[in-house]
């Protein structure tokens, strides 16, 4: 069994570029998250999907940013106009259930950095 | 306003000892706990979790326990030993609507075993 998956593991661009970054969640998860970790910090939640539904945006998610989770299996987040203050650990997760408790399991994460 | 603290930036044990990392929430809402370990350049790695209506959890050299009037959970190795030298995250989830699922991390704390 495969775990989350993400491409790629590290982005350099430049200021004012679109960056778009792919989460694979594990088979049959039907959750899947994205949090981004700046340096000295825990992640911090982004956005959540419930299949293929977007329920849960955080204000941390700017008018650059979208996420789509396209027929309920992969995920796609894109940056659009990046800043230097986007530099981070871009981090999906999924997770299986219709309960209120259920484990996330992370990817390796998306380094970002913006110059 | 930060929900979940993790007051010991860092933490250092002698092999075979045990290790007692701290973790404080402020949020009477959360009612499911997790731990994550974190080597540099990877994602979270899931450890161990517990939910409210327990006050123990054990898994191998893993115990997590929970002190839900305190709003305090604590994680303990035992026999601690040089590869669990990692970053560790409390997390948390609970609450009403869409924020039942998304987890709050706290900074982490970087666990040194020394051999």
């Known amino acids: 069994d495969t775990g989350v998956s993400q491409d790629p593991r590290h982005k350099i661009t430049k200021r004012g570029q679109n960056v778009t970054f792919r989460c694979d969640p594990i088979?049959?998860?039907?959750?899947l998250y994205w949090y981004r970790q700046t340096l000295g910090q825990g992640p911090e939640f982004l956005t959540y999907?419930?299949?293929?539904?977007?329920?849960?945006k955080s204000r941390l998610l700017s008018d650059r940013f979208s996420a789509e989770r396209p027929k309920g299996s992969f995920s796609t987040l894109e940056i659009q106009r990046t800043e230097q203050g986007d530099s981070a650990m871009y981090l999906c997760?999924?997770?299986?259930?219709?309960?209120?408790?259920?484990?996330?399991?992370f990817g390796p994460g998306t380094r970002l950095t913006v110059l | 306003d930060q929900q979940v603290k993790q007051n010991s930036p860092s933490l250092s044990v002698q092999e075979g000892r045990i290790s007692i990392l701290n973790c404080d929430y402020t949020?009477?809402?959360?009612?499911?706990f997790l731990w994550y370990k974190k080597y540099p350049a990877e994602g979270p790695t899931f450890l161990i979790s517990?939910?409210?209506?327990?006050d123990k959890n054990e898994d191998g050299r893993f115990t997590v326990f929970l002190n839900k009037s305190a709003k305090h959970l604590s994680l303990h190795i035992v026999p601690s030993q040089p590869g669990d030298s990692a970053v560790y995250f409390c997390?948390?989830?609970?609450?009403?609507?869409?924020?039942?699922?998304?987890?709050?991390f706290g900074k982490g704390t970087l666990l040194t075993v020394n051999p």
């Open positions: 997760a999924s997770s299986l259930g219709t309960g209120l408790m259920s484990t996330q399991y």
């Open positions: 088979s049959e998860h039907n959750r």
């Open positions: 999907f419930q299949n293929e539904a977007q329920l849960e």
């Open positions: 949020n009477s809402m959360f009612d499911y």
């Open positions: 517990i939910s409210s209506i327990k």
């Open positions: 997390a948390a989830s609970g609450g009403s609507g869409g924020s039942n699922y998304k987890l709050t």
